[in-house]
């Protein structure tokens, strides 16, 4: 029979998988001799076993619960349930990572009517015991049967008007004994029966509410945001009840081993008096500084600083813990490496190496990755934003804060912008016409779309904080207003936006830029060390890439060519190229391009010095460069001087039912191969322009949406050819390469045979989880949410690699690759290049380098540093 | 040194990889002792070698060709290039399989200015020897130089004209003389050399045209459509000239064993004296029937005779032979197996076997699969369709010939059938809501459009006729007119349309309904005699079911469900549940749908017996159900009776950026599983109506587009739960099982775990092409054109399994999905079941069956039998 239920004492506190967090530092403490109340834990494998029953405790389990609560029945001297000396308990859970969304915590469980009688006895305080009871139904009621907390507050509400009181404190034991009255008619009334008398029926409901929590749809969705796989489970941790409420020389409270904000050493920390559980954080009375404990109660004081010195040495990191004092003696609830924000976390880890606790590497694993975005970008105000009103909530798209007016257009944006005006650009959705607009914007907020979207991609890219797919925004594009909730708002006002939470304020405030400590520094050259994977990043611009060498990328990986082709100065004449019908009259228009892209491409070598950079041919289908609307194709067709139908006729032929599935990627060149001509120009020319002056450019050409070895081979001979003739033309070499994305999935299992024709392989990681999976990102936000809540997805396969699928494509392309060209390079420019997990399996399978935006570099750094320690 | 160059005496005639089949009959013919004029035959191998040479003929072939010319001049007793007794030669293509488009034959190869005067000294017939040049030089300079005919024809037709005669042989040896002058300057005039007038250079020249003549356009969009691959390459074949244009006595024909229209055993020839080559066919003298050589020659039509009987005998084939008479002597230039109509290829494959000439398994092996198309449509009547005009083209999309009066809609088409009218249904493209107009249509015919559109593929599965794709058409629905060339045709007029070649005439064209001889069956049973694969059927109404039953179809293995959605009873019904907000509102018009889904159930189980039927739960997006124009939205709303802002909100929410990649398949059901919940019933009920009346039906429930293990888990649990609950209420048990489609690369990479919920896996691979080549088929017409031009496709993989990709991850689905359950049944229900490679591919990797529209059942039945043949 297997063992699911082990005392504090016999459990194996290095186990945090089968006991959870709480469980295991519970045994961990009780071990190290803590004044740490008796339980038990019922471990994570019972929940498992749960679910596999079909949502049912096994007799099996619930007995062993039974045999451990007599073990500690009989350490304490009472009885469960006992009229006379009732022995009551805490249920709480406890995950291998601490997540918020579960049910958290039950108190005085094994309260009945007749126990309660028996507690108020045997403390000689009946006030104590009915607080407990009408507490510990409160609790039972909204975690074992969903009855919500604010029907209770009513009628605590309720008395306290008629008795004319403020505080919860005031109440006389009658008052609370009428409470409890209320709540249980309450109780019988909303679920149908009495509310339990049995304690082990209480405590087996408990237990299963535990469980049950772990499904719940808060708790999926936090597992989803942060990478928590849905098979770990919850422990149910069941301890004797200690007593903050038990008067004036009770209390409880918690604590920190170091400030969780600054990371300054210090311990930093709260406690009431006559208080129970979540008292402290209610806010109804001001808790005390944990300073003040050292004058009231010196004793207590010193035992507390002495075990928070102890745990931290112990679990070499900064703690936070959980205490409570009953009648003068300290009893420790939990503890845990405390969470902490960015600074304090780089601080933290690097005072602790400079402390002689752990080692550099330990350092590095103990910064969270995904945290250090934090750091990199834009902050408000924390004084000016306690003021402000977040008047909607949208999806946290790119993170960082901005502030500025309404702009309802690009141009707009781009016109008010060179006035010297702030702006945020606020869109319905955007496209890649937005893209100056976006650039010039402090921010950008968008009605419709999500994390993936256009918007979501770009301003990531760009580093600019976003806000995106806010349903409750009713834009009026020509009136140029939004309206939130029936208030109305135009170009005059200011909006300000949080990238990192989604939230929306009306009116200013202000930011305060990003600083990059000297800790952040360390604990990146430390990263560097550690770490196997190379990182890049995609950068299309000058701008982006002086911004990636800052964060210590060591090349691009991804320099997307066509974002080039949307600027102002440039999009006449590729539009002059869309509508060419003749070969002779696409290559005039070419030619204009030209000088400004290898311009480009110069500025870009300039900003990389020696570092490799990949540049990727056009890859988007025509149609985006072209308008829609008829009023737009007018106007373009006068600029253009040709007929509207005529031009009407080209845009509707370029019109795809599947864009995504569409004419695009390598298929353009196959089609149009002047324009792969004129792009190997820019980027030999360049090369060539920059090696002149002393640099040694290695230009590093990347075909997209290859399929088949024949289309690669197809781009690459043009390619070769053309930059033979542009070498022989100048009298001159330039060392550089051609490679393909990997993105299809037809490539990565034909890889084989790919490899023969490329210098490299980039795994387009967006594509290749599309058409791998077979759904869009535009179009799977539709149905995502089903599979989140039904349970059949527990990530969003665009932000973290879909390791079993996705993944096992990526592996077989390396292997496959590999087998032909031992030493081929192989990398990743998806954007789960920056997502800390993807990291680790890129590390796992043996890529090069990942590249990611710039503003994800340190990111990315860290996880593949992280990724090489555990590996080891 | 490899050998490239073989004598036909030394050739290996059963090597048609490296000889090609002209080559190999030829060394054939010489081993049996026929009259074949001396000559040797430069391998397929060298044509490879070719092209790796960069196009270029290597030095070493170069010397081999001469090396065996010297041999077969010093057996003829001539020189090439000697004034006085000047050597010729033909020089052929001739690749493993016959493939016109290729160039085909330079006769009298070896006559220069000084030569051409010793012929007409040596045969004293100078009127022949000039015949003989200018011919030369037509052909020479057609096919090496690419100086077409017709510049030729002119002077032809000028002379004549001038000297007023009508045809060749009215030339005197002087007017063919000032023909020659006048080729040569137009030669040197156009091309800017002089003609050549060195033997070898032309003989090397005419073989390097025959090597580039492998990779001209004709041939290479031949070779897709008949899955010739391109590496095989061309022999060339170069023999001592014969002379059927020497006189009288001399003439030239082609003749066949059997009749190629009917397979009738008798001689079947044509012949021309005095006349070389294209004589016989160019059709400017009628040609002879070969009887008439019995009356006129005796003796040599005795000796072809003999040599025709022998030949059949020999290569146990009806034979296509080409021959010459020269002043009185026969010689053979080539013999082949003949082409035939399908109606003579089983006649003769059956005859065959009774004359004890070959096996049923050979006999099964000689009739071409996709040629059973022509015996399962009807035809045109012959005699009226030589008087009618073609007025348009278009794409060959659905085998047959239809002939009816013009309707412009769907439901005009329904109409006008109801009162008995035969109807053409012409339309833009049509979509799923036309399907009934489609029913009803004698053929149909679309401007838009390629072979895998909408009206292509349901017009294939109706076994309706359908031209598709007809650019020329101008049509104004609102007027009821098409134009055609600038002549408009209205309701009242007749199209007639031949579905085999794309060809549209105006007028009637009566047809002839698909006669089925005995022989049709008899290769059938053969077939399924030997064939190790089922063969099911696509059907979606009980109609379609009976005539696959009828064809051979062992079940269904694809019953799309959605198809009978459209029809014009449900149509409402589906698209109140589409617009539904509740559930309850959802399972409402669902109640309405199941009594009309069970009884279509029912009427299919009927019609297939007690073999099994695969149905595949609702797959397409909701959007195919909803108009989309704002009239048409309008009528929905008020027929619907809710606001026209409301549907149209809901319509404009169901859109899609890629449809392909949307909300459809099993994920509809993840959202509302009510919907699964219906067709389940509906599926269970109809068996157990069934199975009352004494049926055993064994229905196989096949959810759509799954690529995760939960998502079929999920999708499986709703349709178990239900199905159980249907028998409880019913107390009885049904057969039934629940598989998926594999149509996902995740699917099928992950087939490990997705068999474990699944009993049975049927590749999808229509959808399965799409994701793996990152193309949508909609699309990518727009493109695939460039890429057979190009060469990297050879064939369109929508037609023909890609086995290199797709065919792999179908391989690895079978090895995975079988590595979790031996016995797992694996089938293939995408278009491609019906392709003759494909469905051998289906064979090699194991699959259990294949399913195929139902005109398609036979092909498929031939095909597996010659894949198990050919296995063994």
Chains 1, 2 share one sequence.
Not at 47 to 69: H, M, N, P
Not at 288 to 305: A, C, G, R, S
Not at 385 to 396: C, F, N, Q
Not at 420 to 445: C, F, N, Q, W, Y
Request: proline share 4%.
């Amino acid at each position: 029979m297997a063992k699911f239920v082990y005392l504090f004492k016999e459990a194996d506190g290095k186990n945090k998988a089968m006991f959870g967090g709480k469980g295991a530092n519970l045994a961990e403490m009780t071990k190290l001799g803590m004044p740490v109340p008796e339980g038990f834990t019922v471990t994570t494998e019972a929940c498992t076993k749960y679910y596999e029953d079909g949502e049912k405790i096994s007799e099996d389990i619930i007995a062993q619960i039974f045999e451990a609560l007599a073990k500690v029945e009989a350490q304490a001297g009472k009885k469960f349930g006992d009229p006379e000396n009732p022995f009551l308990v805490s249920v709480r859970s406890g995950s291998r990572a601490s997540m918020p969304g579960m049910m958290d915590t039950i108190l005085n469980l094994g309260l009945t009517d007749v126990s309660v009688e028996g507690l108020a006895k045997l403390t000689q305080n009946p006030r104590f015991a009915y607080d407990c009871y009408r507490r510990f139904i409160q609790m039972y009621s909204d975690v074992v049967t969903g009855l919500g907390k604010s029907y209770f507050e009513e009628i605590i509400d309720e008395l306290k008007h008629k008795k004319n009181i403020k505080l919860d404190t005031e109440f006389t034991a009658s008052d609370l004994k009428e409470l409890i009255a209320s709540f249980k008619a309450l109780y019988k009334d909303k679920i149908g029966t009495d509310f339990p008398q049995d304690p082990r029926q209480q405590l087996i409901g408990a237990t299963e509410a535990v469980f049950k929590s772990w499904d719940n749809p808060r708790a999926i969705s936090y597992r989803r945001m942060n990478d928590i796989p849905g098979t770990w489970g919850t422990a149910v941790n069941i301890q004797s009840m200690v007593f903050g409420n038990m008067g004036d020389t009770s209390g409880t409270g918690v604590a920190f081993t170091r400030d969780p904000a600054t990371g300054e050493k210090v311990l930093y920390g709260e406690y009431l008096m006559n208080a129970q559980g979540e008292d402290v954080v209610a806010g109804i009375r001001t808790p005390m500084t944990i300073d003040h404990l050292k004058e009231t109660n010196p004793e207590v004081y010193d035992q507390f600083v002495k075990i928070t010195q102890k745990l931290e040495d112990y679990f070499k990191d900064m703690q936070d813990m959980e205490f409570t004092i009953e009648r003068g003696k300290l009893y420790m609830l939990q503890t845990r490496n405390g969470k902490r924000t960015a600074h304090a976390a780089i601080k933290i880890a690097c005072d602790l190496v400079e402390e002689g606790l752990i080692t550099k590497e330990e350092a590095v694993l103990k910064v969270e990755p995904k945290q250090l975005d934090e750091l990199l970008h834009p902050q408000f105000d924390c004084v000016m934003l306690r003021s402000s009103t977040v008047i909607a909530k949208g999806l946290p798209a790119s993170p960082g804060a901005a502030c500025g007016k309404i702009a309802f257009s690009a141009e707009e944006a781009v016109r008010r912008a060179e006035k010297g005006e702030s702006v945020v650009l606020v869109r319905l959705e955007t496209s890649p016409e937005d893209i100056e607009g976006m650039a010039v914007a402090k921010g950008i907020l968008t009605a419709r779309g999500g994390r993936t979207s256009h918007a979501a991609v770009v301003a990531r890219g760009m580093g600019r904080c976003c806000v995106a797919g806010c349903g409750e925004l009713v834009i009026n594009e020509k009136a140029k207003t939004v309206t939130i909730k029936g208030v109305v708002y135009t170009e005059n006002d200011y909006f300000s936006l949080d990238g990192s939470t989604g939230n929306i304020y009306a009116g200013k405030v202000n930011t305060v830029p990003a600083t990059v400590s000297g800790y952040f520094g360390r604990i990146m050259q430390w990263a560097n060390e550690c770490r196997k994977l190379k990182v890049r990043a995609n950068a299309d611009t000058p701008t982006d890439a002086k911004q990636a060498r800052e964060y210590g990328a060591e090349g691009i990986g991804l320099c997307r060519t066509e974002h080039m082709f949307f600027a102002e100065d440039r999009i006449a004449a590729v539009r002059e190229m869309i509508v060419s019908t003749t070969v002779k009259q696409r290559e005039k228009a070419l030619a204009k391009l030209l000088p400004m892209q290898k311009n480009d491409f110069i500025e870009i070598y300039k900003a990389m010095g020696n570092y490799p950079v990949t540049i990727r041919f056009l890859d988007p289908p025509l149609h985006e460069f072209v308008p829609h609307k008829e009023s737009e194709i007018k106007a373009l067709a006068k600029e253009m001087d040709i007929a509207f139908e005529e031009l009407s006729t080209i845009i509707e032929g370029l019109k795809e039912f599947n864009p995504m599935l569409g004419h695009r990627g390598c298929r353009l060149t196959v089609t149009y191969p002047e324009i792969a001509v004129m792009q190997t120009r820019a980027v030999i020319e360049a090369a060539i322009e920059c090696n002149k002056s002393g640099a040694n450019v290695k230009p590093e050409i990347m075909i997209p949406l290859v399929g088949d070895i024949k289309e690669l081979k197809y781009v690459k001979d043009i390619v070769v050819s053309t930059a033979e003739k542009v070498m022989t033309a100048n009298k001159v070499k330039v060392d550089y390469t051609v490679g393909t994305m990997i993105e299809i999935p037809r490539a990565a299992i034909t890889a084989d045979e790919i490899a023969k024709e490329a210098d490299f392989f980039s795994f387009g990681t967006n594509d290749l989880t599309q058409m791998t999976y077979g759904f869009s990102r535009d179009d799977a936000g539709k149905f995502l949410n089903d599979y989140y809540d039904k349970k059949i997805f527990e990530s969003d396969p665009f932000q973290k690699v879909d390791q079993i699928g996705v993944g096992k494509l990526m592996k077989i392309g390396v292997q496959l690759g590999r087998q032909t060209k031992p030493e081929l390079k192989c990398g990743i420019c998806g954007e789960h290049g920056g997502d800390p997990s993807s990291v680790e399996f890129c590390h796992q399978i043996g890529l090069n380098y990942v590249s990611c935006s710039p503003f994800r570099v340190p990111i990315a750094i860290l996880a593949a540093a992280q990724a090489a320690i555990k590996s080891k």
